[in-house]
């Protein structure tokens, strides 16, 4: 067994580097004491390659856009480079979502749909196309990912799921009530999205009665 000399703990195996302080260890290991993770290596080589292009293309994106002041026709006062960077930071949040422990599949849908909408109401704004979004794409999105998170609640045996149906039952009922109120009256696809909430929070009750309620206790404190 070898010994950090900075930690004096002493270390097995052929370990390069100490654990506790990433110092470099003295002396040559023993044999390996823990088996080998390739699968693990080899998504991490992966992880490193994309992450190198989403890098490259931010830098490109950035030259292009800010030295060689090219342009979208159309948009000559847009900085494309800055919305296209937001979308692949997003896209790289949502990566290290997908390998983070702990979160369901639920959990992972949701985030990353939301994360998505918001930077799709950024980009409509800019390319003017703010009214179908909220209108229209918005909507459709969260009827679609209320479906899948009751879809997802009705399988889910450990109860992960239920906050993020109700939180996204919330974000589809709530945006047409004050949409109804303000304007007094509702686009068709807020109105459709509406219905199955309601319609979803129904059966989440029906089915799923006790997690509601749970949830509900735990959030709130009921
Ligand atoms: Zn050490």
């Given at each position: 067994?070898?010994?950090?000399?900075?930690?004096n703990?002493g270390?097995?195996?052929?370990?390069?580097?100490c654990?506790?302080?990433?110092s470099?260890?003295?002396g040559?290991?023993?044999?390996?004491?823990?088996?080998?993770?390739e699968a693990?290596?080899?998504q991490s080589?992966?992880?490193?390659?994309?992450?190198?292009?989403?890098?490259?293309?931010?830098?490109v994106?950035?030259g292009?856009d800010?030295?060689?002041?090219?342009?979208?026709p159309?948009?000559?006062?847009?900085?494309?480079?800055?919305?296209s960077a937001?979308?692949?930071i997003?896209f790289e949040?949502g990566?290290?979502?997908q390998f983070?422990?702990?979160?369901?599949?639920?959990?992972?849908?949701t985030?990353?749909?939301?994360?998505?909408?918001v930077?799709?109401?950024?980009?409509?704004?800019?390319?003017g196309?703010?009214?179908?979004?909220?209108?229209?794409?918005?909507p459709?999105?969260?009827?679609?990912t209320?479906?899948?998170?009751?879809?997802l609640a009705?399988?889910?045996?450990?109860?992960?799921?239920?906050?993020?149906?109700?939180t996204?039952?919330?974000?589809g009922?709530i945006?047409?009530?004050?949409c109804?109120f303000?304007s007094d009256?509702m686009?068709?696809a807020?109105?459709?999205?509406?219905?199955?909430s309601?319609?979803?929070?129904?059966?989440?009750?029906?089915?799923?009665?006790?997690?509601?309620a749970?949830e509900?206790q735990?959030?709130f404190?009921l």
């Amino acid at each position: 067994m070898r010994r950090c000399p900075y930690c004096n703990v002493g270390i097995e195996g052929d370990l390069v580097k100490c654990p506790l302080c990433q110092s470099k260890l003295p002396g040559t290991g023993e044999e390996s004491c823990y088996p080998k993770f390739e699968a693990q290596k080899k998504q991490s080589l992966y992880y490193k390659m994309q992450l190198a292009i989403v890098w490259g293309l931010l830098i490109v994106g950035a030259g292009l856009d800010f030295l060689v002041r090219l342009r979208i026709p159309g948009f000559p006062d847009l900085h494309w480079s800055l919305l296209s960077a937001m979308w692949l930071i997003g896209f790289e949040f949502g990566i290290m979502r997908q390998f983070k422990p702990g979160t369901g599949s639920a959990g992972k849908v949701t985030m990353m749909v939301l994360i998505t909408i918001v930077m799709w109401c950024v980009t409509a704004y800019f390319f003017g196309l703010m009214k179908i979004t909220l209108g229209l794409v918005v909507p459709v999105v969260l009827a679609a990912t209320i479906t899948a998170n009751f879809v997802l609640a009705l399988i889910d045996k450990n109860g992960n799921t239920m906050v993020y149906l109700i939180t996204c039952l919330f974000m589809g009922i709530i945006p047409s009530i004050i949409c109804y109120f303000v304007s007094d009256k509702m686009p068709l696809a807020w109105a459709i999205c509406l219905m199955v909430s309601v319609i979803l929070f129904a059966g989440a009750v029906i089915f799923k009665g006790r997690a509601v309620a749970d949830e509900f206790q735990r959030r709130f404190h009921l």
